[in-house]
């Protein structure tokens, strides 16, 4: 292997290492900001804005036989 081939395989490799150490930090963003929400949620004392935010599903039907 040439020493040019060598060059450029090591520097797309350190490319690929950023992008994904880029990619890593904006989700550990994403996660902490949406930890903090769930944290902000909980100490409110809004207990129904609570169960919806666990169980969003329920209580948008109403099921009505006649």
Not at 31 to 44: H, M, P, R, T
Request: glycine residues 8%; hydrophobic residues 45%; without cysteine.
């Amino acid at each position: 292997m040439g020493i040019a081939l060598m060059s450029m395989s090591l520097n797309q490799g350190k490319v690929q290492q950023q992008a994904s150490l880029s990619v890593m930090k904006i989700a550990m963003g994403k996660a902490k900001e949406q930890g903090e929400a769930v944290k902000e949620l909980i100490n409110s004392s809004n207990v129904k804005a609570l169960q919806q935010a666990a169980q969003p599903h329920l209580g948008r039907n109403i099921d009505l036989k006649l």
